[in-house]
């Protein structure tokens, strides 16, 4: 029996790129599957975390903190106040700016959405071993280092 040479496929950037893009979609399309009876979606979910993180940010800081233009983010709070989780309230050092805080009712929520996201995390995690996570961390790390830097220098 001959046995055929196998063929090294190497693997491009931009192979990783999308794998990583579509790891994400993924992700997001599990939450909101698992949130739908709660009306929340992931996106809703990462404003709600990141005032939970510190409460009372501008619509800016929230819009950089998520990697987010300023009008959609502005539009998903409009949703997230309707819907009572969070309320805008007069910046007061700044006339021109709005403050963004947690109402009561997301306060209750917030735990648990940390628990569904931890159990999303598990499953797609479930058969690494820790140094496998601990490689996997470093690198995507190293990843979000270098498009920090290539964000910083503009060098497109």
């Known amino acids: ?59 800016t800081e929230l819009a950089d903190l998520l990697i987010i233009a300023k009008p959609p983010l502005g539009k998903m709070v409009d949703r997230l106040e309707k819907e009572g989780w969070v309320e805008r309230r007069a910046d007061t ?20 959405l940390e628990t569904e996201v931890d159990k999303i995390a598990c499953c797609a995690t479930e058969h690494f071993s820790s140094q496998e996570l601990n490689e996997l961390r470093s690198l995507l790390l190293k990843m979000h280092g270098n498009l920090v830097e290539t964000e910083e220098s503009r060098c497109f």
Do not use: C
């Open 1 to 59: 029996m001959s046995s055929r040479p196998t063929k090294k496929v190497e693997i491009q950037p931009a192979d990783l790129t999308r794998l990583v893009h579509e790891i994400s979609l993924m992700i997001a399309r599990i939450f909101n599957r698992r949130m739908k009876e709660s009306g929340l979606t992931r996106s809703q979910w990462q404003v709600l975390y990141q005032l939970n993180r510190k409460d009372g940010q501008t619509q």
């Open 93 to 112: 050092a700044d006339r021109r700016a709005k403050r963004v805080f947690l109402t009561s009712k997301a306060s209750g929520l917030i735990e648990p």
